[in-house]
């Protein structure tokens, strides 16, 4: 083995060793984590919440010996806290929540007469959250599942790139390429083909 080589060697176990702390530390960030829910949010002990990447909906239960109505209820949804709970009574809800919600398009319903049911809109409609609100206990977002079929609901541009970010993790997930490295291999194989009469043999690609 000459040095090079060694050094390559070098490397690349230096590179994996970095790889694998990293992936330890990611791990250790997860501990404590809850696993989702099929809604992809989380069963607590006072509310049941899930998610797609655009909107949450919040099922609180209310055990009253008496039939729910409107004027009973406590709902504020500012753009960062959000207050859920029966007049009277301690709020089941209330706290800053995650990120910020879209007020004027986030509604609630009554349910059978004891549960209230809220629908609030992301504003950022990119990312998963780990929790309604900050006191409580996250969900760990890597186990998400998202439904291919609601992804229908997105816009163009927006499918596209949900598309494309799935893809990609799955791809890292396999140790394949991702969408942008296999359009540069695809591009690199296409031009060795159309032009055979020039030795690629000692070109370095990254």
């Known amino acids: 083995m000459d040095i090079s080589e060694e050094e390559e ?14 992936d330890s530390d990611e791990d ?16 607590l002990d006072n509310y049941k919440w899930t998610q797609t990447l655009e909107e949450l909906e919040i099922r609180i239960p209310f055990y009253v010996t008496f039939p729910i109505k409107g004027k009973d209820v406590v709902v504020e949804v500012h753009r960062k806290h959000l207050k859920v709970g029966l007049k009277g009574h301690p709020p089941v809800i209330d706290g ?13 319903v009554i349910q059978d007469r004891k549960e209230v049911v809220l629908t609030i809109e992301k504003v950022n409609k990119m990312e998963w959250w780990s929790q309604v609100v900050t006191t409580d206990p996250e969900i760990n977002t890597k186990k998400v599942q998202p439904e291919n079929s609601k992804l229908s609901d997105l816009d163009g541009e927006t499918r596209s790139m949900v598309e494309k970010m799935m893809y990609d993790q ?7 390429p991702t969408s942008d490295e296999q359009k540069k291999q695809d591009v690199l194989k296409k031009f060795m083909t159309q032009h055979p009469e020039m030795d690629f043999s000692k070109c370095k690609f990254n």
């Not at 960030?29 to 099929?38: E, T």
């Not at 799955?170 to 394949?176: C, H, L, P, S, W």
């Open 96 to 108: 800053v929540t995650y990120n910020e919600m879209k007020v004027e398009e986030s509604t609630w």
């Open 170 to 176: 799955r791809q890292k997930e396999m140790g394949k």
């Open 9 to 22: 060697k070098d490397k690349k176990e230096e590179a994996e060793e970095t790889k694998s702390d990293h």
């Open 28 to 43: 250790e960030k997860d501990k404590g984590k809850i696993k989702p829910n099929a809604g992809n949010g989380a069963d």
